[in-house]
């Protein structure tokens, strides 16, 4: 069975340009979520989906900040425009139907910004 | 909000050797969640506890769902080289979309 894909695997970027992250969940999986990781912390929740719906996105910074789940499979993430704070691992990770005390992490996109 | 602390921060110990750490919150969670992250991967599910008492194993690993619900620890016994990584510990909360909060990590070194 396929892992969690997600790409670029690093991006290095300006302040105040824009980044885009690409996530693509195990096949099957119906709830996908995107996670904030810095530097020595544990991943912080930014948004959750439930099929291409949004169920939690509390912790999305929403003026810089957006994503999608288009047609309830792949997703994006998006920084426009990004921030030295933003620098971070971000990780997406999907749980299998009824079970979402089992999320599967991809291996995620580490965004440096300069 | 609801928070984790994990403690200790890091560890370095000797190969062989048994560690143990834990997970506190002023918050009642639903669900205890065990993970161990590898340098540039993402989380990898090692132990899920979903009664307050309950004991579990997964090999050399052994979790407990601590009794208030408001703590949980981990013990690996008899360490080897590859136990090398980050462990979180993560509570559920019980809403409509059970939601998981992460604590900031335990570090282990192991020493061969």
């Known amino acids: 069975e396929a892992g969690v894909a997600q790409s670029p695997r690093y991006k290095i970027i300006e302040k105040r340009q824009s980044v885009a992250f690409w996530c693509n969940p195990i096949?099957?999986?119906?709830?996908l979520y995107w996670y904030q990781q810095i530097l020595g912390q544990g991943p912080k929740l930014l948004i959750q989906?439930?099929?291409?719906?949004?169920?939690?996105d509390s912790q999305l910074p929403k003026d810089r900040f957006s994503a999608e789940r288009l047609k309830g499979v792949d997703s994006t993430l998006k920084i426009q425009p990004a921030k030295l704070e933003d620098s971070a691992v971000y990780l997406c990770?999907?749980?299998?139907?009824?079970?979402?005390?089992?999320?599967?992490f991809g291996p995620g996109t580490r965004l440096t910004v300069l | 909000g609801q928070q984790l602390n994990q403690s200790p921060q890091s560890m370095f110990i000797q190969e062989g050797e048994d560690v143990s750490m834990n997970c506190t919150s002023s918050?009642?969670?639903?669900?205890w969640l065990w993970y161990k992250q590898d340098p540039g991967e993402g989380p990898v599910l090692l132990i899920a506890?979903?009664?307050?008492?309950e004991l579990t194993s997964n090999g050399r690993l052994t979790a407990q769902f601590g009794i208030t619900r408001k703590d949980s620890f981990l013990n690996i016994s008899a360490s080897i080289p590859s136990d090398v990584g980050i462990y979180f510990c993560?509570?559920?909360?019980?809403?409509?979309?059970?939601?998981?909060?992460f604590g900031p990590g335990t570090s282990l070194s192991v020493i061969p």
């Open positions: 990770a999907s749980s299998p139907p009824n079970r979402l005390d089992t999320q599967y």
């Open positions: 096949s099957g999986h119906a709830t």
């Open positions: 989906f439930q099929n291409n719906g949004v169920v939690d």
């Open positions: 918050s009642i969670f639903n669900t």
């Open positions: 506890l979903y009664k307050a008492g």
């Open positions: 993560a509570g559920q909360v019980e809403t409509s979309y059970d939601k998981v909060i």
